[in-house]
């Protein structure tokens, strides 16, 4: 009998003609582990998205039921969307801090009827593997791409490349080459390290050899990119003036208390800073905090998980409660609205989110408290990767 039950649920699931009076959404990410103040974030912005804006739609209550993944664990992740989509009954998924994770549940869309919105990972591809994905975050080829620019107009010839070896890794890497060498200048080297790496110091060495007159980097946020960043300044190459140039990963904002000096006057490339001077984000900034608990700990997954919501709200809206995931996607497709971080709007075409990338550059506040300040706007960013792929 309890297997009669569990797989008419299915059924009544899959068939995509179930309302419901309460309508999940499923959450999947960091939640404990290494990388808990990520899934924090997620959970600090949705919080702050009901908090503003209720947590119904319609006639319809909005329930969020989360899931923890530690760290990049695919097969995990997709056991996770299973039981969240046949035993939790959730009509949408979303979260996704790692790409292999988001990757790992796109093929159980469509026979699910269940869209997802991707909050955080960052590769290109993930929205190509799906019609049923749409992305809230940013991607590394976004976020790398001006950075070519600004290294290069800084009068830097050659550079050279160190990220982590999976997809948003690779991604960085050829966004950055492309835009260098298109612009003259040459990477003189990539490397490529395992994702577990915690010891930086024959990096550092190697980016000493190469005659590189700066690098660019990428590695995921979180223990990474603050061990990075340390071995950079312990070893010499801050005070050498060879400069480091990377995605906003690199400086979040729950990072920049334990980075302190080392971090100042670094300069990346991001959809948002915290800092960011606009009301709506000082509407969220506060709403976030108070939902966070701690103030210091607010960082940009945040406002991925915040606009997910608000996705997520426009299509419970668009479909009135039924779960119909392609006309829940088809309703946001073009999709314009006024973020925290400034102007976005879904590519009707890809799936993606347009927005400006700012230049940032860490700041000491005269409180003594660090903080990315925008220093330029490369305004209406689509994603460069997906282009490519073309």
């Known amino acids: 009998m309890k297997k009669l039950v569990v797989t008419t649920i299915a059924a009544i699931l899959l068939s995509g003609t179930a309302y419901a009076d309460t309508i999940k959404?499923?959450?999947?990410?960091?939640?404990?582990?290494?990388?808990?103040?990520?899934?924090?974030?997620?959970?600090?912005?949705?919080?702050?998205?009901?908090?503003?804006n209720g947590n119904s739609v319609g006639d319809d209550t909005v329930e969020i039921v989360y899931r923890d993944v530690p760290q990049a664990d695919p097969a995990q992740s997709k056991a996770l969307a299973q039981e969240l989509v046949v035993k939790e009954g959730v009509q949408y998924l979303a979260g996704f801090y790692f790409t292999p994770d988001a990757m790992?549940?796109?093929?159980?869309?469509?026979?699910?009827?269940?869209?997802?919105?991707?909050?955080?990972?960052?590769?290109?591809?993930?929205?190509?593997?799906?019609?049923?994905?749409?992305?809230?975050?940013?991607t590394t080829w976004q976020t790398s791409t001006p950075l070519a620019k600004v290294a290069f107009d800084k009068g830097i010839k050659k550079m050279i490349s160190v990220v982590s070896d999976y997809g948003p890794g690779i991604d960085a890497e050829n966004a950055f080459k492309t835009g260098f060498e298109g612009l003259g200048g040459s990477v003189v080297e990539t490397i490529r390290m395992p994702l577990a790496t915690n010891d930086f110091s024959p990096i550092m060495q190697r980016i000493k050899d190469s005659g590189a007159e700066g690098v660019f980097a990428f590695l995921p946020s979180g223990p990474t990119t603050l061990g990075f960043v340390k071995a950079y300044n312990e070893n010499g190459l801050k005070a050498a003036g060879t400069p480091l140039y990377g995605p906003g990963d690199f400086t979040q904002e729950s990072d920049l208390p334990a980075l302190g000096d080392m971090a100042l006057g670094m300069q990346t490339g991001f959809h948002y800073s915290v800092a960011h001077d606009s009301p709506e984000n000082k509407v969220f900034v506060?709403?976030?905090?108070?939902?966070?608990?701690?103030?210091?700990?607010?960082?940009?997954?945040?406002?991925?998980?915040?606009?997910?919501?608000?996705?997520?709200?426009?299509?419970?809206?668009?479909?009135?409660?039924?779960?119909?995931?392609?006309?829940?996607?088809?309703?946001?497709?073009?999709?314009?609205?006024?973020?925290?971080?400034?102007?976005?709007?879904?590519?009707?075409?890809?799936?993606?989110?347009?927005?400006?990338?700012?230049?940032?550059?860490?700041?000491k506040a005269d409180d003594g408290t660090y903080y990315n300040k925008e220093i330029q706007t490369f305004e209406n960013q689509k994603d460069p990767g997906l282009a490519a792929a073309k």
């Open 104 to 138: 790992a549940v796109t093929p159980l869309l469509k026979q699910a009827n269940v869209p997802m919105v991707v909050m955080n990972a960052a590769t290109s591809a993930i929205v190509t593997k799906s019609p049923l994905v749409v992305r809230t975050s940013f």
């Open 286 to 363: 506060e709403a976030a905090r108070k939902a966070i608990g701690n103030p210091a700990e607010l960082s940009f997954p945040a406002v991925g998980a915040y606009d997910g919501m608000y996705v997520i709200y426009k299509m419970i809206e668009a479909t009135g409660g039924e779960q119909d995931a392609a006309k829940a996607v088809e309703a946001v497709k073009g999709l314009s609205w006024t973020s925290p971080r400034g102007p976005v709007s879904i590519d009707p075409e890809s799936r993606h989110i347009t927005q400006n990338i700012y230049l940032r550059e860490v700041a």
């Open 25 to 52: 959404v499923g959450v999947i990410g960091p939640f404990s582990g290494p990388f808990a103040l990520q899934g924090k974030n997620f959970k600090a912005g949705i919080d702050a998205y009901m908090a503003l």
